[in-house]
């Protein structure tokens, strides 16, 4: 059975750094047979894409996290990342990481969510 189950997340100032973990169990992630995603809702907002991996395995971001985040994963500990840079205080949000099998767009595993909350 696939689980995510994140770590990380939490307050900072504007300009900090924070960076999210979002364990997976029930498959290898390095099989690439799960296509993954950063998503957040800020508050009033829709969820939208942070970050995601596209079918030909390119990373893609949102326009408005360009060059500050970065996603990455560790094959060996089973675990994606999301390294947040330069953040501001737009990036509040609660954020969550998500799987879709490579033949889906249905985003159907989810990290149960961790906010984060950037002030100046």
């Known amino acids: 059975q696939v689980q995510l189950v994140m770590f990380g997340g939490g307050s900072v100032q504007v300009g900090g750094s ?3 973990s979002c ?3 029930g498959y290898n992630i390095g ?5 993954m995603g950063w998503f957040r809702q800020g508050p009033g907002k829709e969820r939208e894409v942070v970050a995601r991996v596209a079918e030909n395995s390119d990373t893609l971001y949102a326009d408005s996290v360009k060059g500050r985040f970065t996603i990455s994963q560790d094959n060996a500990k089973n675990i994606y ?5 330069s953040l501001k ?6 954020y969550y990481c ?3 099998h490579w033949l889906s767009s249905d985003w159907r595993y989810w990290g ?3 906010q984060v909350t950037v002030s100046s």
């Not at 099989?31 to 296509?35: D, E, H, I, K, P």
């Not at 205080?89 to 609660?94: G, L, N, V």
């Open 23 to 25: 364990a997976a169990s």
């Open 81 to 85: 990342y999301l390294e947040m840079n």
């Open 89 to 94: 205080s737009e990036d509040t949000a609660m």
């Open 31 to 35: 099989s690439l047979t799960y296509r």
């Open 112 to 114: 149960q969510g961790t």
């Open 98 to 100: 998500a799987v879709r």
């Open 18 to 20: 924070l960076r999210l």
